[in-house]
T-cell receptor
Framework: GNSVTQMEGPVTLSEEAFLTINCTYTATGYPSLFWYVQYPGEGLQLLLKATKADDKGSNKGFEATYRKETTSFHLEKGSVQVSDSAVYFCALDGGYQKVTFGTGTKLQVIP | DTAVSQTPKYLVTQMGNDKSIKCEQNLGHDTMYWYKQDSKKFLKIMFSYNNKELIINETVPNRFSPKSPDKAHLNLHINSLELGDSAVYFC????????????FGPGTRLTVL
């Protein structure tokens, strides 16, 4: 079956630091890949997505590139802000309405 | 203009009780889901409905029964609540059967005493 592995948190960074959250996946076929963000007390919301190999998703300064050769979709941001503190979920959709989520990585940004 | 709404936001109840959580989406989506998120933020799919038909049922105890009166609503009824049912429950929806993003509700925090 499909699976998503993402780095364990929590990740603590100072404001303006560079962020990488690793995500690798196992899937058959050609899944779509997503990063969702969950702010405290809220539901998940889509941060970015990529639907095919070599696609780059980007939003709010965050980026992730769909790497089929390494089965990875790492999330990066050049300069984090306190407002980026949240839990980040990598997810895979192989079709048939079933999405597989990673375990989530909590990010804390300190001033 | 809430896209996916859930009620109630908080639910505190005694073991053995029966409770329901309601979900509505106004996005015109065909597919709706229920997820359970535990205290470590692990998210697990429970059910998925497409056009009122159950298509995913992920080894959830049969004390949990989803009901979809129409494609804009997916309610979750839980019988004989147990301590281990305490979690945050999220409803979500997506369009069609393709690989589309999901839109999540704000969650219902269930506490079983």
């Amino acid at each position: 079956g499909n699976s998503v592995t993402q780095m364990e948190g929590p990740v603590t960074l100072s404001e303006e630091a560079f962020l990488t959250i690793n995500c690798t996946y196992t899937a058959t076929g050609y899944p779509s890949l997503f990063w969702y963000v969950q702010y405290p007390g809220e539901g998940l919301q889509l941060l970015l997505k990529a639907t095919k190999a070599d696609d780059k998703g980007s939003n709010k300064g965050f980026e992730a590139t769909y790497r089929k050769e390494t089965t990875s979709f790492h999330l990066e941001k050049g300069s984090v802000q306190v407002s980026d503190s949240a839990v980040y979920f990598c997810a895979l959709d192989g079709g048939y309405q079933k999405v597989t989520f990673g375990t989530g990585t909590k990010l804390q940004v300190i001033p | 203009d809430t896209a996916v709404s859930q009620t109630p936001k908080y639910l505190v109840t005694q073991m053995g009780n029966d409770k329901s959580i309601k979900c509505e989406q106004n996005l015109g989506h065909d597919t709706m889901y229920w997820y359970k998120q535990d205290s470590k933020k692990f998210l697990k799919i429970m059910f998925s409905y497409n056009n009122k038909e159950l298509i995913i049922n992920e080894t959830v105890p049969n004390r949990f029964s989803p009901k979809s009166p129409d494609k804009a609503h997916l309610n979750l009824h839980i019988n004989s609540l147990e301590l281990g049912d305490s979690a945050v429950y999220f409803c979500a929806s997506s369009q069609g059967t393709g690989k589309n993003e999901q839109f999540f509700g704000p969650g219902t925090r269930l506490t079983v005493l």
